[in-house]
Every structure is written in C-alpha cells, then in structure tokens.
C-alpha cells in the first residue's frame, strides 16, 4: 500500500500527486515509468514520476483525468488514502549522453513526462529548448521547465465556449506544427523528443521528418502488465514487433508504424466511454463526488 503524502489540482483536469515509495525512488531513472492500480478490481494505469526522492522515499506524478480510473483517482482519492499497488520502475531509461540542442515536445500532459528526461539532458550539458503545445487552462510545469532547461517556450490558445475535442485537437496539431517549424528554421536542434498524443506525435515527425533531424518518441500503446508479457503494448518499429513496456518507451519516431499505432490506441474506445458513462452515473447516483 502506497500512501497518498499530498495531492492537489495544478490545472484543469490536471492532479499532481505525491506518493510514499521508497523501493520505487531509490531505482528510478529519468524515461522510466511506474504501473498504478490504485483501487481493488480496478484497472492497471502507467504513470510517469516527475520527481523523486531517494532519501525520503517519494515519488510524484500528475494525473489528468482522462477516462473511468483516472477521473475516479482524481476525484476520490484523498490525502493520507492509499494506492494499492504501484509496480516499479518499468521501461528503459532515456539516453544520458550528449546530443548537442535539444528540442523537447510535450503535448497537453505529455509535458509533464518531458521535465524528469529534459532535465537530466540539461544537466548532462545540453542545451535543451522545451515546448509545451496547450491549450492555456492546462499548462504545467511552467516554472519548473524555467528553472531546468535553457529555454521553455509555451504555445497555447484559450478554450472557447463550444470547441469540443476535435476543434481542441485540431488548434493543437495546427499551432504545434507551425512553431515546431518555426522553432528547427531558427534553432536547428541535433535532435527533437516528444510526448504526446500519437496522432500529434505523427504530425509533428511528418514536419520533424522534411529537415532530416533525428527524432525520438516516448509511446503510449495501450499497456497491461508492462513486463513484456502480455503483448498489448505490441508496436512495429522498423520491421520488428516491440513491446513498448520493456523495449521502450522510446523509439526512433522514423521507424515507428503510425497507421497501427494510432488505430490500436482506440482499440477499446466504445469500452472505455462505456465504463465512463457508468461510472458518472453512479456519481449522479450519488449526489456527486464526496
Ligand atoms: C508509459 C506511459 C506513461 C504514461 N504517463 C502518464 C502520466 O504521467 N500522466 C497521465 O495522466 N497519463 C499518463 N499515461 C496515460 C495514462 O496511462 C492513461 O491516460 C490512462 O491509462 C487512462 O486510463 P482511464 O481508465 O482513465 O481511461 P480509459 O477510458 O480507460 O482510456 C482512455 C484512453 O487512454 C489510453 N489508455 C487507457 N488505458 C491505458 C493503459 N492501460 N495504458 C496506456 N494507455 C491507456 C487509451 O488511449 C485510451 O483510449 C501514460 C501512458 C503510458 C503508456
Ligand atoms: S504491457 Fe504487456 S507486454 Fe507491454
């Protein structure tokens, strides 16, 4: 059991949580991820520790409510509650080597996977220029980002009233790829990395790609077991079958197979708004969270 030290909403949809476990922080190492399952009968979700602390024994990490289990952490779980388990650390960590300027992408959450693995090539002596592609309620990390990496820029856009998620997507993947243009014409970075959605991944690697710049990405495939043993987080990269769980989560965006990774991410998407719909029935139910 996995004690809950703090937890607070940082932006919208946005929990940032703060977790006794000390086998955890004592192993981790920037890239790699943890796997909660934070109540009984209750689905396996991977996270990924923004900071940590080795001598005191914490880990934290910032959940945006997303589906069924990450809305039902965000709204049920209180300080001083428990996680039931959280297995850990899984996947490899990132390169820590010189790669000269850096271009580090997150797309809405997706930064918040980008801070531990900016941070650490920062400290390694690159020079590391973040980009945070948002819209403005959920932007994170602004000042932790100012205070690790040479330079972090935030491209974002307000939500205006009645833009659903396609118009919200669709701003992203507009803006991102202009300023991601924008950023390789002015900057001309050795190598760009980016966390996010993987149809945005794609977008931006199809701009990244005409410049010829190496780019890596950190995917997020479905994950189960995230020890290489159940085969859900299976993707083609180049002509092999990985598991993104054990020999990821990073990869050569130039190798990666969008067209199955992006079709398999919404594999379960009836199921998973079902479950949603049930679960916010029951909270109706209810009288609403407690
Ligand atoms: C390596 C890795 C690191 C991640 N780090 C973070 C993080 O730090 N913070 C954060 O908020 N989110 C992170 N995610 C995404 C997070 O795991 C999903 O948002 C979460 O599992 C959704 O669960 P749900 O029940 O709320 O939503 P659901 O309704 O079940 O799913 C909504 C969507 O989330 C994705 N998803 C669902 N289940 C999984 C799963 N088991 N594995 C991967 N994706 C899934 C799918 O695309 C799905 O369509 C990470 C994912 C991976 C693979
Ligand atoms: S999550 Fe099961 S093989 Fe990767």
Redesign the pocket.
Known sequence: MYKILEKKEIALKEVWYKIHAPHIAKKLKPGQ?VIVRAFENG??????PITWNKEEGWIT???????????RMNLELKEGDYLLNIAGPL?NPAPMKKFGKILAIGMI?GI??VYPIAKAWQEHGNEVISLHITPEPMILLKDEFENAVSNHIIESFPLKEGMGMPEIFMELLSRGTKKVRELIEKEKPDLVFMVGPPAGQRAIFEVVKEYGIPMEV???????DGTGMCGA?RVHVGEEVKF?CVDG?SFNAYEVNWDELIKR??F??DL??K??EMYLQVIQANGGAQ
């Open positions: 991820f689905e396996r979700i991977p996270l990924t990490f910032v959940v945006f409510s997303r589906g069924k289990t990450t809305l996947g959450t918040v996977e950190d995917l997020h495939p479905i994950m189960v987080c993104a989560p991410s919404g379960y998407s998973e708004r479950a949603m």
